[in-house]
Protein backbone atom coordinates (compact mmCIF):
# COMPACT_ATOMS: atom_id res chain seq x y z
CA UNK A 1 0.00 0.00 0.00
CA UNK A 2 2.96 2.23 -0.05
CA UNK A 3 2.82 5.01 1.72
CA UNK A 4 -1.08 5.26 1.98
CA UNK A 5 -2.54 3.29 4.97
CA UNK A 6 -5.00 1.05 4.92
CA UNK A 7 -8.92 2.26 5.44
CA UNK A 8 -11.10 -0.04 7.43
CA UNK A 9 -13.15 0.01 4.21
CA UNK A 10 -13.48 1.19 0.90
CA UNK A 11 -14.53 4.48 -0.38
CA UNK A 12 -16.09 5.94 -3.59
CA UNK A 13 -13.13 6.93 -6.01
CA UNK A 14 -14.87 10.27 -6.51
CA UNK A 15 -15.90 11.43 -3.29
CA UNK A 16 -12.32 12.02 -1.76
CA UNK A 17 -9.03 13.43 -3.99
CA UNK A 18 -5.55 14.37 -2.87
CA UNK A 19 -5.92 17.92 -1.42
CA UNK A 20 -9.24 17.81 0.35
CA UNK A 21 -10.74 18.58 3.60
CA UNK A 22 -12.77 16.01 5.30
CA UNK A 23 -14.90 16.29 8.60
CA UNK A 24 -14.85 12.58 8.40
CA UNK A 25 -12.18 10.62 6.52
CA UNK A 26 -14.26 7.63 6.34
CA UNK A 27 -17.69 9.02 5.43
CA UNK A 28 -16.44 11.64 2.85
CA UNK A 29 -20.21 12.13 1.93
CA UNK A 30 -20.88 14.11 5.23
CA UNK A 31 -19.04 17.37 4.31
CA UNK A 32 -15.72 18.89 3.00
CA UNK A 33 -13.97 21.01 1.08
CA UNK A 34 -12.10 20.89 -2.37
CA UNK A 35 -10.30 24.06 -3.98
CA UNK A 36 -10.89 24.56 -7.09
CA UNK A 37 -7.96 27.51 -7.42
CA UNK A 38 -6.22 25.02 -5.71
CA UNK A 39 -6.16 21.80 -7.93
CA UNK A 40 -3.10 23.00 -10.08
CA UNK A 41 -1.24 23.79 -7.51
CA UNK A 42 -1.97 20.48 -5.71
CA UNK A 43 -1.51 18.06 -8.69
CA UNK A 44 2.10 19.40 -9.67
CA UNK A 45 2.80 18.06 -6.52
CA UNK A 46 1.65 14.53 -6.87
CA UNK A 47 3.36 11.60 -7.64
CA UNK A 48 1.37 8.68 -9.93
CA UNK A 49 2.08 5.30 -9.59
CA UNK A 50 0.16 3.07 -11.70
CA UNK A 51 0.19 -1.44 -11.43
CA UNK A 52 -1.61 -3.40 -13.45
CA UNK A 53 -2.60 -7.17 -12.37
CA UNK A 54 -2.01 -6.08 -8.61
CA UNK A 55 -2.18 -8.43 -5.59
CA UNK A 56 -2.23 -8.14 -2.18
CA UNK A 57 -2.67 -9.93 0.68
CA UNK A 58 -5.16 -8.27 3.19
CA UNK A 59 -5.76 -9.12 7.32
CA UNK A 60 -9.33 -8.48 8.70
CA UNK A 61 -9.53 -8.21 12.60
CA UNK A 62 -12.55 -9.50 14.18
CA UNK A 63 -15.27 -6.65 14.27
CA UNK A 64 -14.91 -7.35 10.26
CA UNK A 65 -12.57 -4.26 9.02
CA UNK A 66 -9.33 -4.68 6.75
CA UNK A 67 -6.50 -4.60 9.60
CA UNK A 68 -3.37 -4.34 7.72
CA UNK A 69 -1.65 -5.27 3.92
CA UNK A 70 0.47 -7.48 3.54
CA UNK A 71 1.87 -7.34 -0.44
CA UNK A 72 2.13 -10.24 -2.78
CA UNK A 73 5.38 -11.00 -1.32
CA UNK A 74 4.66 -11.17 2.20
CA UNK A 75 6.69 -12.46 5.76
CA UNK A 76 5.58 -15.38 6.73
CA UNK A 77 6.71 -14.51 10.36
CA UNK A 78 3.75 -11.55 10.11
CA UNK A 79 0.57 -14.04 8.76
CA UNK A 80 1.57 -17.42 10.60
CA UNK A 81 -1.39 -16.73 13.23
CA UNK A 82 -3.89 -14.37 11.77
CA UNK A 83 -6.78 -16.32 11.38
CA UNK A 84 -8.30 -13.99 8.92
CA UNK A 85 -7.02 -13.23 5.65
CA UNK A 86 -7.82 -11.84 2.32
CA UNK A 87 -6.49 -12.15 -1.21
CA UNK A 88 -6.96 -9.23 -3.38
CA UNK A 89 -5.98 -9.41 -6.79
CA UNK A 90 -6.78 -6.09 -9.36
CA UNK A 91 -6.68 -5.41 -12.93
CA UNK A 92 -4.91 -2.06 -11.51
CA UNK A 93 -3.37 -0.15 -8.52
CA UNK A 94 -3.54 3.76 -8.96
CA UNK A 95 -1.43 5.77 -6.29
CA UNK A 96 -1.53 9.34 -5.95
CA UNK A 97 0.85 10.70 -3.49
CA UNK A 98 2.14 14.05 -2.74
CA UNK A 99 5.69 14.88 -2.82
CA UNK A 100 5.18 17.97 -0.35
CA UNK A 101 1.83 17.59 1.65
CA UNK A 102 2.94 20.88 3.42
CA UNK A 103 3.35 22.78 0.25
CA UNK A 104 -0.16 21.32 -0.92
CA UNK A 105 -1.70 21.82 2.20
CA UNK A 106 -0.24 25.73 2.16
CA UNK A 107 -1.89 26.00 -1.64
CA UNK A 108 -5.28 24.84 -0.19
CA UNK A 109 -5.27 27.08 2.63
CA UNK A 110 -4.51 29.93 0.60
CA UNK A 111 -7.76 29.93 -0.98
CA UNK A 112 -10.00 32.46 0.58
CA UNK A 113 -12.95 30.31 0.64
CA UNK A 114 -10.81 27.95 2.17
CA UNK A 115 -10.13 30.10 4.67
CA UNK A 116 -13.72 30.75 5.31
CA UNK A 117 -14.82 27.53 5.89
CA UNK A 118 -12.18 26.54 8.00
CA UNK A 119 -12.45 29.75 10.44
CA UNK A 120 -16.29 28.04 10.43
CA UNK A 121 -14.52 25.03 12.09
CA UNK A 122 -12.08 26.82 13.82
CA UNK A 123 -14.90 28.94 15.78
CA UNK A 124 -16.48 25.08 16.80
CA UNK A 125 -13.09 24.14 18.11
CA UNK A 126 -13.74 21.18 15.56
CA UNK A 127 -10.88 19.73 13.84
CA UNK A 128 -11.04 17.67 10.43
CA UNK A 129 -8.45 15.96 7.98
CA UNK A 130 -6.50 16.78 4.83
CA UNK A 131 -5.55 14.39 2.08
CA UNK A 132 -2.38 13.74 1.40
CA UNK A 133 -2.48 10.45 -0.79
CA UNK A 134 -4.93 8.07 -2.45
CA UNK A 135 -4.36 4.32 -3.36
CA UNK A 136 -7.72 3.03 -5.74
CA UNK A 137 -8.07 -0.54 -6.84
CA UNK A 138 -9.98 -0.81 -10.40
CA UNK A 139 -11.97 -4.45 -10.35
CA UNK A 140 -10.72 -6.08 -7.35
CA UNK A 141 -11.94 -9.97 -6.44
CA UNK A 142 -11.44 -10.67 -2.65
CA UNK A 143 -10.92 -14.38 -1.93
CA UNK A 144 -10.26 -16.25 1.39
CA UNK A 145 -6.71 -17.43 2.16
CA UNK A 146 -5.12 -19.82 4.56
CA UNK A 147 -1.64 -21.27 4.52
CA UNK A 148 -1.56 -24.29 2.11
CA UNK A 149 0.76 -26.72 4.38
CA UNK A 150 0.30 -25.20 7.88
CA UNK A 151 2.98 -22.89 7.66
CA UNK A 152 5.88 -24.68 6.18
CA UNK A 153 5.82 -22.25 3.11
CA UNK A 154 4.34 -19.08 1.70
CA UNK A 155 1.62 -20.84 -0.26
CA UNK A 156 -1.98 -19.43 0.08
CA UNK A 157 -5.11 -21.86 -0.50
CA UNK A 158 -7.59 -19.81 -1.56
CA UNK A 159 -11.03 -20.21 -1.65
CA UNK A 160 -14.79 -18.33 -1.48
CA UNK A 161 -15.61 -16.50 1.49
CA UNK A 162 -18.42 -17.99 3.18
CA UNK A 163 -21.77 -16.56 3.46
CA UNK A 164 -21.74 -15.23 7.53
CA UNK A 165 -17.62 -14.18 7.61
CA UNK A 166 -16.45 -11.38 9.16
CA UNK A 167 -15.27 -9.47 6.28
CA UNK A 168 -16.46 -5.74 5.07
CA UNK A 169 -20.21 -7.00 3.56
CA UNK A 170 -19.01 -5.50 0.25
CA UNK A 171 -16.33 -7.69 -0.82
CA UNK A 172 -18.24 -11.25 -0.16
CA UNK A 173 -19.69 -12.74 -3.42
CA UNK A 174 -22.45 -10.89 -5.54
CA UNK A 175 -25.26 -13.12 -4.64
CA UNK A 176 -27.45 -10.91 -7.41
CA UNK A 177 -25.40 -12.27 -10.32
CA UNK A 178 -25.24 -15.75 -10.00
CA UNK A 179 -23.99 -18.58 -7.42
CA UNK A 180 -20.46 -18.69 -7.36
CA UNK A 181 -20.16 -15.02 -9.25
CA UNK A 182 -17.33 -12.90 -7.55
CA UNK A 183 -18.20 -9.39 -6.64
CA UNK A 184 -15.44 -6.78 -8.66
CA UNK A 185 -15.14 -3.62 -6.25
CA UNK A 186 -13.56 -0.39 -7.38
CA UNK A 187 -12.91 2.28 -5.07
CA UNK A 188 -10.20 3.97 -2.65
CA UNK A 189 -8.81 1.17 0.18
CA UNK A 190 -5.75 3.47 0.96
CA UNK A 191 -4.84 6.87 2.26
CA UNK A 192 -2.53 8.94 3.81
CA UNK A 193 -5.26 11.53 5.73
CA UNK A 194 -3.78 14.20 8.25
CA UNK A 195 -5.63 15.74 11.51
CA UNK A 196 -5.76 19.20 11.37
CA UNK A 197 -5.91 21.78 13.79
CA UNK A 198 -7.48 25.66 13.73
CA UNK A 199 -7.73 28.45 15.79
CA UNK A 200 -8.32 32.14 15.29
CA UNK A 201 -6.09 33.90 18.14
CA UNK A 202 -4.68 37.40 18.45
CA UNK A 203 -0.84 36.99 16.63
CA UNK A 204 1.22 37.75 19.78
CA UNK A 205 -0.78 34.77 22.08
CA UNK A 206 1.68 32.01 22.16
CA UNK A 207 1.31 28.50 21.01
CA UNK A 208 0.13 26.21 23.43
CA UNK A 209 2.21 22.75 24.15
CA UNK A 210 0.14 20.17 22.60
CA UNK A 211 0.94 22.77 19.38
CA UNK A 212 4.76 21.08 19.10
CA UNK A 213 4.82 18.91 16.27
CA UNK A 214 2.55 19.97 14.03
CA UNK A 215 2.97 22.33 11.24
CA UNK A 216 1.47 25.77 11.57
CA UNK A 217 0.41 28.31 8.72
CA UNK A 218 -1.25 31.65 9.48
CA UNK A 219 -3.70 34.03 8.01
CA UNK A 220 -4.86 37.24 8.97
CA UNK A 221 -8.82 37.86 9.47
CA UNK A 222 -10.18 40.57 7.40
CA UNK A 223 -10.70 43.35 8.90
CA UNK A 224 -9.98 42.06 12.34
CA UNK A 225 -6.80 41.94 14.21
CA UNK A 226 -7.16 38.37 14.41
CA UNK A 227 -5.60 35.56 12.84
CA UNK A 228 -6.41 32.40 11.60
CA UNK A 229 -3.65 29.68 12.85
CA UNK A 230 -4.22 26.00 10.40
CA UNK A 231 -2.01 22.97 12.16
CA UNK A 232 -1.26 20.01 10.15
CA UNK A 233 -0.55 16.86 12.03
CA UNK A 234 1.57 13.96 11.31
CA UNK A 235 -0.29 11.10 9.12
CA UNK A 236 -2.88 8.83 10.75
CA UNK A 237 -2.14 5.20 11.18
CA UNK A 238 -4.30 2.43 9.90
CA UNK A 239 -5.34 1.79 13.42
CA UNK A 240 -6.39 4.92 13.72
CA UNK A 241 -8.54 5.06 11.18
CA UNK A 242 -9.79 1.32 12.10
CA UNK A 243 -11.30 2.40 15.22
CA UNK A 244 -12.97 5.94 13.75
CA UNK A 245 -14.90 2.84 11.75
CA UNK A 246 -18.84 3.10 13.39
CA UNK A 247 -19.64 -0.19 13.14
CA UNK A 248 -22.96 -0.25 13.51
CA UNK A 249 -23.33 2.58 10.91
CA UNK A 250 -21.31 0.49 8.22
CA UNK A 251 -23.97 -3.24 8.79
CA UNK A 252 -26.68 -0.64 8.49
CA UNK A 253 -25.09 0.74 5.48
CA UNK A 254 -23.75 -2.61 3.27
CA UNK A 255 -24.51 -1.03 -0.21
CA UNK A 256 -22.28 -2.65 -2.95
CA UNK A 257 -23.50 -0.20 -5.85
CA UNK A 258 -22.55 2.87 -3.77
CA UNK A 259 -19.07 1.87 -3.91
CA UNK A 260 -18.87 -0.23 -7.47
CA UNK A 261 -20.92 1.75 -9.40
CA UNK A 262 -19.01 4.83 -8.88
CA UNK A 263 -15.72 2.79 -8.98
CA UNK A 264 -13.47 4.54 -11.39
CA UNK A 265 -16.29 6.56 -13.55
CA UNK A 266 -15.06 10.19 -12.11
CA UNK A 267 -11.60 9.32 -13.21
CA UNK A 268 -12.17 7.89 -16.74
CA UNK A 269 -14.54 10.70 -17.55
CA UNK A 270 -11.01 12.89 -16.61
CA UNK A 271 -9.27 14.96 -19.51
CA UNK A 272 -6.25 14.34 -17.82
CA UNK A 273 -4.15 11.05 -18.56
CA UNK A 274 -2.85 10.87 -15.27
CA UNK A 275 -6.61 10.04 -13.82
CA UNK A 276 -7.35 13.05 -12.10
CA UNK A 277 -10.50 13.53 -10.30
CA UNK A 278 -12.83 15.91 -11.86
CA UNK A 279 -16.46 14.95 -10.30
CA UNK A 280 -18.51 17.76 -9.08
CA UNK A 281 -18.74 16.06 -5.61
CA UNK A 282 -15.22 17.31 -5.20
CA UNK A 283 -16.62 20.76 -5.65
CA UNK A 284 -16.53 23.06 -3.28
CA UNK A 285 -18.73 21.64 -0.05
CA UNK A 286 -21.19 19.64 -2.06
CA UNK A 287 -22.91 17.09 -0.28
CA UNK A 288 -22.79 13.17 -2.37
CA UNK A 289 -25.38 12.81 -4.58
CA UNK A 290 -26.20 9.44 -3.75
CA UNK A 291 -29.11 9.38 -1.88
CA UNK A 292 -27.94 6.41 -0.08
CA UNK A 293 -25.05 7.75 1.47
CA UNK A 294 -26.84 10.67 2.40
CA UNK A 295 -28.97 9.08 5.26
CA UNK A 296 -25.46 8.06 7.23
Not at 12 to 31: C, K, N, T
Not at 39 to 47: C, G, R, T
Not at 143 to 162: F, M, T, W, Y
Request: proline content about 7%.
Amino acid sequence: MGRNALLPKPLPSDEVAVGQFLIHPLHPERDGFYSDKAAADVDELNDYFIQLRYKDLFSVDQEGRFAQSYGAKFDLGKIYRQPNLLTVTAEQMIQRVSRSPREAFEAVCADPEAQEWIAGLARKDQEFFFVAGITEFKNAVFKRAALQDGGVSNRLREGPIEKNAKVPRFVRRDSRLGLGTDAHLSGVFGMEVRRVHARITRPEEPHAVSDLGQYWIYHDIPGERLQLMIGLDEPLRPDELRLMLDLSEEDVKGNLDAISNLSMHALSAAASPMLRASSPALRGRSPSPHPAMLRL
